[in-house]
């Protein structure tokens, strides 16, 4: 072997060319020039700022590995009717980067359509049997680290902003690149997500009447969205199947590798990780808890109530046996809310009050519930503020009464804060709590109001703590899958009821005793006693149901609760009529659904009758007087009572409403259909015949009364007359019903005839009115007696 030195002076000729300059850099690496001078957040994906550009890049060094991408709403648009609110999750993707020649692209996968199996060759039958979706394409920048520039990725529309405009029809919105920015403040990286804040600005030629009230200018509406990039969790969590009877929400697949005879549609239950430290049945310490934070930003005593409420949910917990498993605490300072390890319970602020929400970021692989994400809107305890005002508006001692309705307001936050964490533990709405002595907090309730010692009390207005159909569920959905048969007994044996949205929230769902707003085991006689503290609220209303500051055309706002105080129960009275019972609680050969028993189906047509009369829906003379018109710049909002009076409140006018929405419960097509088709089977049943007889008699035949119930009553009937001419209309009313419709008619409008011809020349107009009315609109189909309705106030959310 022959030695060859290098000479010195080669080697320092060489040795200054490792030291390159920064230009050497860039012409060798512009990758590394890019990440030199970038703000730079490293955690989960490593995001680089470049300030001068304005770009944003992102590291490429977790290719073909699935990760979870979702949308929210830092910032809110404010308004209820929009649904655009601070908080709100977006659709959860599952996706991955995957590498193609200099490109990089965003592949979301197809989570709806697997193979569980082992064969490789199964699954990959099924990924190339369904469309998967490239939501993204960049070029990567050379250099030894890979980045590539997002900011078309991220500066777009992936929330679906523009789209729910458009649906809530407020104008044709299109994303505006050219005023859309990054926001380098929210560019974040963690230990489990990565979060990139964008501010996206849409502009449209016209605006809607919802996006003019809460938008400076609302031509160009500015949303701040925010991208988050989620790390799926680790193994370990197990699986548990969705049983209808869990009480639990699910997500669902189609498994192609199932076996002919098992199902191939798969459901899990959303639930989080929870771990014993000692496995089993028996009481444990757990391995990490499932801890919830409170937004600092919801000011005392509201904050306080969130607390006391939320926490709640550790008796469910203790009692399935995870000792310390469940905790609530403040947000401490310095934690970021924006990190996926932090379960959040947020306080947000909208125009008008609205709904509140619980929702979850979730593993669409296994049902793992990885962030929980409640959303509480602050205008809400005002409204139950509101309602307490106006049922101690009587109370003599006024102090006694102020803080009677502090207390029910923070008595609802309560519920309300358990009610939201229940859906973020994985839970579904139980409408048929609520006749079950009140087992669930996830219902919803009205507050509970009554008459002792000849005083309104409002001293209990709602539940304090979870009820037993909520331990059960906790033990259900976490507890050791051993015990799930007998759990599914024991809600038998207690008699407990579950029914869910399915079959509850619309005015034609056809369960007996699945309502919202609704209390009581038996819903007519709750009816009746709701009616008695409604009508003594009315009689003793005044201003003092006002706040101290508030001028005296305010009144009539505080009234609107009160007037429509049953609102609710009518609607849980009324599904009685052609109403069902049925379980979703599978066990033997004889389960069967059946219609309520006619004896009970004629009570509730009895007592829903008795709140139509003028007696149930006139109002005193003094208040009327007192709600007087309101005052200087004071405006109507959507919460006030209509009139066809001017700026005058219109008893008449509220006695339409309240009658209009009890005639419109009693003749829902679907309710007549059950109705017409229960009769068909059972002749002892209720028939349509009877219905509709029964309800002329205590409307169209009544002799008309003196006074202030004469209008009442003459506006009574002309809304009878027409909700029974939509119903004949409506494409939803089966043809044997609309047969019977129309030879009730026949013996109506000779009923009506008859009393055009006598009485004083006003009756007799009214009743030619009504019978004219009828015959043209039997005619035709866009005639209505009363042509433009006054719209009811809006109930939902109380």
Do not use: C
């Amino acid at each position: 072997m022959i030695r060859r030195s290098i000479p010195l002076a080669l080697l320092l000729a060489i040795a200054p060319a490792t030291f390159l300059s920064d230009a050497a850099v860039a012409a060798s690496d512009p990758a590394q020039k890019i990440i030199k001078q970038a703000q730079t957040s490293e955690g989960f994906i490593n995001l680089f700022y470049d300030a001068k550009a304005g770009q944003l890049y992102l590291e490429a060094n977790k290719l073909n590995q699935p990760f979870l991408m979702l949308t929210s709403l830092p910032h809110g648009v404010g308004s209820n009717d929009i649904g655009l609110d601070r908080g709100q999750l977006g659709l959860t993707r599952m996706v991955q980067f995957e590498q193609h020649g200099p490109y990089l692209i965003l592949k979301q996968l197809n989570t709806d359509y697997r193979a569980s199996s082992d064969n490789v060759a199964e699954q990959q039958a099924v990924t190339q049997a369904f469309a998967e979706s490239i939501l993204w394409r960049g070029k990567l920048v050379e250099g030894k680290k890979a980045i590539v520039a997002i900011n078309d990725l991220v500066i777009n529309d992936l929330h679906g902003v523009a789209d729910v405009l458009e649906a809530r029809k407020q104008g044709q919105y299109r994303l505006d690149p050219e005023r859309s920015v990054i926001l380098p403040e929210g560019i974040k990286s963690f230990e489990r997500n990565a979060d990139v804040d964008v501010n996206l600005t849409f502009n449209t030629s016209k605006a809607g009447k919802q996006v003019t009230e809460v938008t400076p200018d609302a031509k160009f509406l500015s949303v701040r969205l925010r991208y988050s990039f989620v790390q799926l969790p680790d193994e370990g969590f197990e699986p548990r199947s969705y049983h209808p009877m869990s009480g639990y929400l699910s997500d669902q697949y189609i498994d192609y590798s199932a076996a002919v005879d098992q199902p191939h549609v798969k459901r899990h239950l959303l639930k989080h990780r929870l771990q014993k430290v000692t496995p089993g049945d028996t009481p444990s310490q757990v391995v990490e808890p499932i801890v919830y934070y409170v937004d600092p930003g919801a000011p005392e005593p509201i904050r306080g109530a969130l607390l006391a409420g939320a926490r709640w949910w550790q008796d469910a917990f203790t009692a399935a046996g995870f000792i310390d498993g469940f905790k609530v605490e403040l947000l401490p300072e310095g934690a970021d809310p924006q990190d996926v390890r932090y379960n959040m319970i947020q306080w947000v602020h909208r125009a008008t009050r609205g709904w509140s929400y619980g929702a979850a970021v979730t593993d669409p692989r296994t049902g793992e519930i990885i962030k929980g994400n409640v959303t509480l809107g602050s205008l809400r305890v005002r409204q139950d503020h509101l309602i307490a005002r106006g049922l101690t508006a009587g109370w003599p001692d006024r102090q006694a009464a102020s803080e009677a309705a502090m207390a029910l307001s923070l008595a609802r936050i309560r519920q309300l804060a358990a009610h939201e964490i229940g859906h973020t533990l994985g839970l579904a709405h139980n409408f048929a709590a609520s006749t079950n002595n009140d087992a669930s907090v996830m219902d919803y309730p009205h507050p509970y109001a009554s008459i002792e010692r000849d005083q309104i009390d409002i001293s209990q207005p709602y539940r304090e703590g979870i009820g037993e159909w909520d331990k059960y569920t906790i033990a259900y959905g976490y507890g050791s899958p051993t015990q799930t048969d007998s759990l599914l007994a024991s809600t038998l044996e207690g008699g407990f009821r579950y029914i869910g949205e399915a079959d509850s929230r619309q005015a034609s769902a056809s369960h007996a005793y699945a309502s919202l707003w609704d209390r009581g085991n038996d819903a007519v006689a709750e009816l009746q006693r709701l009616e008695t503290v409604r009508l003594k609220a009315i009689a003793e209303f005044n201003s003092d149901a006002l706040l101290a500051t508030d001028p005296k055309g305010e009144l009539a706002d505080v009234f609107v609760p009160i007037y429509l105080l049953t609102r609710y129960q009518i609607e849980a009275a009324a599904k009685w009529i052609g109403g069902a019972d049925y379980s979703y609680q599978q066990v033997g050969s004889g389960v069967r659904w059946s219609y309520l028993p006619p004896k009970m189906q004629l009570a509730a047509l009895d007592t829903l009758l008795s709140s139509l009369q003028s007696r149930s829906l006139v109002i005193p003379t003094n208040v009327v007087q007192a709600l007087v018109p309101k005052a200087g710049n004071y405006r109507k909002t959507r919460e006030s009572f209509g009139s066809n009076l001017g700026v005058i409140s219109d008893p008449a006018t509220m006695a339409e409403m309240l009658s209009r929405h009890i005639v419109r419960v009693i003749l829902t097509p679907e309710r007549l259909n059950r109705v017409n088709q229960a009769y068909m089977e059972d002749s002892s049943q209720l028939s349509v015949v009877k219905l509709i007889d029964k309800l002329a008699a205590a409307s169209l035949y009544q002799d008309l009364p003196n006074g202030s119930e004469l209008v009442v009553q003459m506006r009574v009937n002309t809304v009878v007359v027409d909700a029974m001419l939509a119903a004949y209309r409506d494409v939803k009313t089966t043809p044997e019903v609309k047969a019977q419709l129309a030879a009730r008619f026949d013996y109506i409008v000779k009923q009506l005839k008859r009393r055009s011809n006598r009485g004083s020349d006003y009756q007799s107009a009214h009743y030619d009115w009504l019978y004219k009315g009828i015959m043209k609109g039997l005619e035709q189909p866009e005639f209505t007696l009363i042509s433009k309705p006054v719209a009811m106030p809006p109930g939902s959310p109380i």
